[in-house]
């Protein structure tokens, strides 16, 4: 079988099997063909005829045309899992990729935010009106649970459960995990809906917790740029983004005593090296203080 059939049926195996999102196999689709034209550029038509040699030669080329390493080590992992796709379904007899080490990456530490800069811009909005109140509990359940700012925007009503304080959140790979939500949000979640939530829809129907007067849900860029009027209503001057709230959730529950592996399953990591980015915020933030206050620092 040639590279275009096996290419079709890859793409096809990770929209109806791996369950994954449209955006994400546009970016695999796009790395795999561009990993199959190098291969036809070497005179290479079969997947037996490819060795790890051909592999390290793409990601030098690569290299040599400028892509930064992060990015490298991407398409090194989309072409590892074409290359364990291909071996499961017997289109090759081997998987050269094991043996291809991915490129080293200095990877830099995520901005958070300090404990009163959270609290500042959890103070800002009005919760005596219908958005405020509903804004306070979406940044309140964000920094509570962790949320990808996509998962916030699109939680729905059956998602949640304010008798045992959880939501069910669907995160990338169609996997799902249970989020615990906190007091202060379950306090702020009751007051919007209880509240607000059925003014904001005005009669219209919407699944989605969180919603606009049209009766849609708030989408990505809209809460952005809400959170960040509350970020300088509050005082903080510094560019303030949405997976800074997650940021925060994952290092203030480490700084507080949280086990990693809890920490990961809460953030849906896939992956725990993913989740240790945040210890070693949490020791730059040990050796700030070790510099700032001992004598002999």
Partial sequence: MDFE???????????????????????????????????????????????????????????????????????????????????????SENDPSVVVDSPKIKRDLPDVLTYDEVLRILASPDISSPLGSRDAAMIELMYAS?????????????????????????????????????????????????NFRGKILNGKKSS?????????????????????????RAGISRRITPHMIRHSFATHLLQGGADLRSVQMMLGHTDISTTQIYTHITM?????????????S
């Fill in 146 to 194: 962790g949320l990808r700012v996509t998962e916030l925007v699109t939680l729905t009503m059956d998602q949640i459960d304010l008798e045992l304080g959880y939501i069910r959140i669907m995160g990338k790979g169609a996997k799902e995990r249970i989020v615990p939500i906190g007091d202060e949000a379950l306090e702020k979640i009751r007051h919007y809906i209880q």
């Fill in 5 to 91: 059939e096996i290419y079709e049926r890859y793409i096809q195996y990770l929209l109806v099997e791996k369950g994954l999102s449209r955006n994400t196999i546009t970016a695999y689709s796009s790395d795999v063909w561009q990993y199959i034209s190098f291969l036809k550029d070497q005179g290479i038509r079969k997947p037996d005829k490819i060795d790890h040699f051909i592999i390290r030669s793409y990601l030098m080329e690569l290299n040599r045309c400028g892509i930064e390493q992060q990015s490298i080590a991407r398409k090194l992992s989309v072409i590892r899992n074409f290359h364990r796709y291909m071996l499961k379904e017997g289109f």
């Fill in 208 to 232: 989605y917790l969180f919603i606009t007067s049209r009766g849609r849900k708030i989408t990505r860029q809209s809460f952005w740029m809400r959170l960040k009027m509350y970020a300088r």
């Fill in 284 to 296: 730059e933030r040990l050796r700030e203080i070790h510099r700032r206050y001992h004598p002999r």
